[in-house]
């Protein structure tokens, strides 16, 4: 079914697919609630902290990089139950692999705030 919408149309539409989005994780995904408030917390920690500009996009760029990742995994687990229940090594693959890359995401943001915190505070 092609969607024919265009100009500000389909920028509204796009809004609105995203806004279900963000609504359908943060109702099914408690993944998705707990990095979300940690995110929340992180950044208003990043704003009260008296360091540059760049420390600060920095920290909570990889902050809000964990949240993205975990809508795509999400995202890719959601497809993979829908296509079937039954175990299948592909289908284990592509979860382990959507984990392992919040795992990734997180250990980048906490690098982040550790080196950028430790030569704040010295």
């Known amino acids: 079914m092609a969607n024919n919408a265009t100009g ?4 509204v539409k796009a809004a609105g697919y995203s806004w279900q989005g963000l609504r359908a994780a943060w109702q099914h ?10 995110a929340l917390v ?3 920690v990043a704003c009260w902290l008296d360091i540059d500009i760049i420390s600060r996009i920095l920290m909570i760029g990889t902050v809000m990089l964990v949240v993205i990742v975990e809508i795509l995994n999400s995202a890719i687990e959601s497809v993979v139950d829908r296509i079937g229940q039954e175990r299948h090594p592909l289908a ?8 392992a890359a919040v795992l990734l995401s997180i250990l980048l943001a906490v690098f982040v705030w550790i080196a950028l915190l430790w030569t704040h505070l010295r």
Do not use: H, P
Not at 8 to 11: M, V
Not at 92 to 99: E, I, T, V
């Open 92 to 99: 284990g693959r592509a979860k382990d692999m959507g984990s």
């Open 29 to 38: 995904e408690a993944a998705f609630r707990q990095e979300a408030i940690v």
């Open 42 to 44: 992180a950044i208003g």
């Open 8 to 11: 500000l149309i389909r920028i």
